[in-house]
């Protein structure tokens, strides 16, 4: 599973014009499920996205998590991370996971994030969506649960 937060201090994501899902200070998820995910690349991912410590404390180091701030996540599905371009100019999405299986572990996600206190908002599963951030830094990591 794969992950790409970014820390913002807004995001919002929009389909057909309509925001599906919108945050203050926090963090944009752009997660991936590939082939072979279990519950334990879930739960490594979400103990990651609520404790990187990647926010400023008052001396202004990165030494605050997600909960120490009580910010918001956005999370968006989002296949293309598992994109091999390697080979040729055409992505290869054959390590991605099929829709069924991928929006389930999406949904766990969502809600696994919500007990752990956090206040969650999404995207729409499978739509082309339009996403807009105001990335805080900009920091930016990529989380790879293999």
Do not use: W
Not at 37 to 53: A, G, Q
Not at 54 to 67: T, Y
Not at 74 to 87: E, H
């Amino acid at each position: 599973m794969k992950a790409l937060i970014q820390r913002v201090t807004g995001a919002e994501v929009t389909v057909e014009g309509k925001t599906v899902g919108a945050i203050d200070r926090g963090i944009l998820v752009l997660l991936g499920v590939e082939k072979g995910d279990t519950d334990r690349d879930l739960e490594y991912i979400v103990r990651k996205i609520t404790n990187l410590r990647i926010f400023h404390d008052n001396e202004g180091k990165m030494n605050l998590s997600l909960k120490d701030i009580a910010g918001e996540v956005l999370v968006v599905s989002q296949f293309t991370l598992s994109a091999d371009c390697r080979k040729g100019n055409r992505p290869s999405f054959d390590h991605a996971e099929g829709p069924e299986k991928a929006n389930t572990m999406y949904r766990k996600a969502v809600e696994r994030l919500n007990n752990e206190g956090i206040s969650v908002s999404t995207g729409k599963f499978a739509s082309s969506m339009q996403v807009s951030l105001i990335n805080d830094g900009p920091v930016t990591f990529l989380l790879d649960s293999r």
